[in-house]
Antibody, heavy 124, light 107 residues
Framework: QVQLQESGPGVVESSQTLSLTCIIS??????????WSWIRQRPGEGLEWIGY???????LYNPSLRGRPIISVDPSKTQFSLSLSSVTAADTAIYYC????????????????WGRGTLVTVSS | DVQLTQSPSSLPASVGDRVTITCRAS??????LNWYKQKSGEAPDLLIA???SLQSGVPSRFSGSGSGTDFTLTISSLQPDDSATYYC?????????FGLGTKVEVK
């Protein structure tokens, strides 16, 4: 059974770059049905999809983040990462890494595995 | 972006009650809608994918229905463990979006 674990600093200074890593265990990162994703949740708010990386394709990002995120995969370490540049207080959130799986027969897609999340606070 | 409007935003109910949560999309998303359950302090957990497919291990009291713009999540007989916030999520159009959630409180 796949397990995902986020790691990274809990505090990032305003205007700096937030960097998080998600370590994958129990699964293969190089599958064509998996999209390795980052999702965040601001305190007391709902969920926001940041983007994903697919082993065989280009990453895709939420346009609302205005070109700030970069998601990359490191298959040799079975992990993927998020960098979010020029952070502000509005980026304070719990960041989740998640596996989105596509059903090749039906085309359905869903986030069926999640890390426990890591709180990142942007300090001024 | 596809906007998902959930109602109600909070829902107090008693054990054994039938509970219905609605999710309305701002445009046609066919059946490309998922439902998640998030307990306080935990990550979300997938309940229903591609309405109405119940995920393995999810109790049969949960069901999902709808297509196009109107969807519902029903809990047929509410149990104490169902206290959580429930989110819908669409994957018809990028960016994937979530509803703002419905907090179910078991009285």
């Amino acid at each position: 059974q796949v397990q995902l674990q986020e790691s990274g600093p809990g505090v990032v200074e305003s205007s700096q770059t937030l960097s998080l890593t998600c370590i994958i265990s129990g699964d293969s990162i190089n599958s064509d049905v998996f999209y390795w994703s980052w999702i965040r949740q601001r305190p007391g708010e709902g969920l926001e999809w940041i983007g994903y990386v697919h082993y065989y394709g280009a990453p895709l990002y939420n346009p609302s983040l205005r070109g700030r995120p970069i998601i990359s995969v490191d298959p040799s370490k079975t992990q993927f990462s998020l960098s979010l540049s020029s952070v502000t207080a509005a980026d304070t959130a719990i960041y989740y890494c998640a596996r989105e799986q596509q059903d090749l027969l039906t085309g359905s897609r869903a986030f069926n595995s999640w890390g426990r999340g890591t709180l990142v606070t942007v300090s001024s | 972006d596809v906007q998902l409007t959930q109602s109600p935003s909070s829902l107090p109910a008693s054990v054994g009650d039938r509970v219905t949560i609605t999710c309305r999309a701002s445009q046609d998303i066919r059946s490309y809608l998922n439902w998640y359950k998030q307990k306080s302090g935990e990550a979300p957990d997938l309940l229903i994918a591609a309405t109405p497919s119940l995920q393995s291990g999810v109790p049969s009291r949960f069901s999902g229905s709808g297509s196009g713009t109107d969807f519902t999540l029903t809990i047929s007989s509410l149990q104490p463990d169902d206290s959580a916030t429930y989110y819908c999520q669409q994957y018809q159009n990028y960016p994937w979006t979530f509803g703002l959630g419905t907090k179910v409180e078991v009285k």
